[in-house]
C-alpha cells in the first residue's frame, strides 16, 4: 500500500502565516468559490484562526465575487469584533451570519486552521432528495474523508447550526448541511477548499451514478482493504472506524464486532 502515500494527513504550515498572509489567501479563495459556483450573490463564508484567540472572517453582506482584504473581519472565540491587529475594526462591517458555525469547528477541532461554508448546488440538491454521499462508492473518497456525512435540518445563520455539526465535526473534515451547503475544515484556508471541491466532484459523480440506474456494488474486500489502511496509517479520527464498518458493510472482514 505504499503508493497511497499522497493520502497521508495535512498538517499545518510549521511557520503560521501572517495576517496579512491570511488576507490574501482568503481572498483568493473567495475568488475560486465564486468562479466555481459554490458560493453566488451574498452567499457562503470563509475564516481562518489568527490565533488561540482570533479568528479573521469573511464579512456579511459582500459577494465573495468582491470582497477586499482589508474587509475582513476579526473576532474573538464567542463571535465579538475585535478592534486588535494592523486593520483595526472596519466600520459598518459584520463578521458573517454563520459565525457560530465557524467558531464551533475551532471549538470542537483544535488542530482545525481553517472554515469554508459553501453552498455546493449538486450535494445540496441530492441532501434534499435523501441520497447520502456517506456511503462507499470511491477508493478515494474512503481514503480521504472516511465518508462525507449529512447532518440534520437546522435553520441557516441559526444557533441550531452549532447542535447539528458539533459532534460530526470532531470525526468528519467535511459534512453536508442538510438542504443549506457544506462545511468544510483543514489546516489551510486552501486545504479546506480543495476538500469543498473533492466533495461536489463526489456530489456530482454520484448523481450520475443514481441517474444510470445501474451502480455496480464495490467488493467488500477491497472497501476493507482501504479501511484498514486508513486506519494503519493513523487518518482515523473518533467515530470513524465504526462508521465505516456500518456504512461499507464490512465488519466481519475487519475483524471487528457486528454493527
Known amino acids: 500500500m505504499s503508493a497511497l502515500v499522497r493520502y497521508e494527513a495535512r498538517k499545518a504550515p510549521a511557520r503560521r502565516p501572517t495576517e496579512q498572509q491570511l488576507r490574501q489567501e482568503i481572498i483568493q ?24 484567540e482570533r479568528f479573521l472572517v469573511t464579512p456579511s453582506g459582500v459577494g465573495k465575487a468582491f470582497v477586499r482584504a482589508d474587509q475582513l473581519v476579526t473576532v474573538d472565540g464567542a463571535g465579538n469584533l475585535t478592534g486588535q491587529g494592523r486593520y483595526g475594526l472596519q466600520r459598518g462591517l459584520k463578521p458573517s451570519s454563520e459565525i457560530l458555525l465557524h467558531l464551533e469547528a475551532y471549538r470542537q ?35 480521504y474523508f472516511g465518508l462525507i456525512p449529512t447532518t440534520e435540518y437546522a435553520t441557516p445563520a441559526s444557533a441550531e447550526g452549532v447542535g447539528v455539526i458539533s459532534e460530526l465535526i470532531k470525526s468528519y473534515d467535511a459534512l453536508i448541511l442538510q438542504r443549506h451547503g457544506s462545511v468544510t475544515v483543514g489546516p489551510t484556508v486552501t486545504d479546506a477548499y480543495l476538500k469543498l471541491e473533492k466533495l461536489e466532484h463526489t ?23 482501504l479501511v484498514q489502511w486508513r486506519s494503519d496509517v493513523g487518518l482515523m479520527r473518533p467515530g470513524q472506524a465504526d462508521d465505516l464498518c456500518a456504512a461499507c458493510g464490512v465488519c466481519d472482514l475487519l475483524g471487528r464486532k457486528a454493527c
Open 203 to 225: 456530489a456530482l459523480i454520484t448523481k450520475t451514478v443514481v441517474d444510470l440506474g445501474r451502480e455496480k456494488p464495490f467488493p467488500q474486500e477491497e472497501i476493507a482493504k
Open 109 to 143: 477541532r483544535p488542530d482545525v486552521q481553517a472554515v469554508i461554508h459553501a453552498h455546493p448546488p449538486i450535494a445540496i440538491a441530492l441532501s434534499i432528495a435523501g441520497v447520502s454521499l456517506a456511503r462507499c462508492l470511491l477508493p478515494d473518497i474512503i481514503l
Open 29 to 52: 479563495i473567495c475568488r475560486l468559490l465564486h468562479g466555481g459556483g459554490y458560493c453566488l450573490g451574498y452567499d457562503g463564508n470563509v475564516s481562518a484562526r489568527l490565533d488561540g
